[in-house]
């Protein structure tokens, strides 16, 4: 086995590994600020390049629209702009200068899109927009930019929330950038919304999955992290947390090629 466990950035990147399938088409933008960036750019990266390496050789990465397949292993740096220098000379398959891009979001040719939001609520209502009312915000936010495609009509969506606190998981957004499943499945249908939704948050502490009526629920639970202290830092009721079992550790393999092929600079690993 490795000679030091797995850290949580690592877990996280398996857990997206996992969570992709061959043959999918993914995407993901570019996060501002290093520490956001590297939860909800790096690790889905890192994390989609190690599911190529194990089980998904024709998975396609989107990186910001316009870089296809990104070789990560040559960053030194994680990327905070969608033109930074560090995405403008890495390695890949191809660049798309302009969009649209070859694959088009409205003919559903993106199966599985990452984002993430200032709040997320109990029907997986994704807000990054404002914050209080809209019209006299207490803080106005980044905007929508592509959140509302995202949601409404890529395959499915992995939300990375990089923190776990009460004002962000809460019990109703104070608006709807993207939509999760408002009045349950049979709601988002009725809004003529076809694509499967939000399939997985992923937070510092847990991941939440949505069983068949749309409802949010803990999939499971990070080692180290107490069902008390998950409670206490999410604003909605999680329900029985007994039987949640932890989020699995890599595998020896996982982990491996991870550090070995994937991350050779260990972005992922503890600073």
């Excluded at 009526?213 to 499971?220: D, F, W």
Aim: glycine share 10%.
């Amino acid at each position: 086995m490795p000679d030091q466990p797995a850290s949580l950035y690592e877990r996280l990147a398996v857990v997206i590994s996992r969570a992709v399938r061959d043959g999918e088409v993914c995407f993901t933008g570019l996060a501002t600020g290093e520490a956001t960036a590297r939860y909800c750019t790096l690790v889905p990266v890192l994390g989609m390049t190690l599911a190529q390496c194990l089980h998904a050789p024709n998975l396609t990465i989107l990186l910001a629209g316009w870089c296809h397949n990104p070789a990560p292993g040559s960053l030194t740096s994680i990327p905070t702009a969608e033109f930074s220098p560090e995405i403008l000379n890495l390695d890949c398959e191809s660049q798309s200068p302009e969009y649209p891009w070859s694959f088009s979001i409205r003919r559903g040719e993106v199966d599985v899109g990452f984002s993430s939001g200032a709040q997320l609520d109990r029907e997986g209502n994704l807000n990054s927009v404002c914050v209080g009312d809209y019209e006299r915000p207490k803080v106005r936010l980044v905007g929508p930019i592509l959140q509302p495609e995202h949601l409404a009509l890529f395959g499915r969506e992995i939300i990375m929330m990089p923190r776990h606190e009460r004002r962000t998981f809460v019990e109703a957004v104070d608006f709807v950038s993207g939509v999760g499943f408002p009045g349950g499945r049979a709601g988002r249908q009725a809004l003529g919304l076809t694509n499967e939704g939000p399939a997985l948050v992923i937070t510092p502490k847990c991941v939440f999955d949505f069983d068949s009526e749309g409802a949010i629920r803990v999939a499971s639970i990070h080692p180290g992290v107490g069902r008390s202290e998950l409670r206490a830092d999410t604003s909605f009721d999680l329900g029985v947390l007994d039987d949640v079992p932890w989020t699995p550790d890599p595998t020896e393999d996982e982990l491996r090629v991870l550090r070995g092929e994937v991350d050779q600079v260990g972005l992922l690993r503890p600073r």
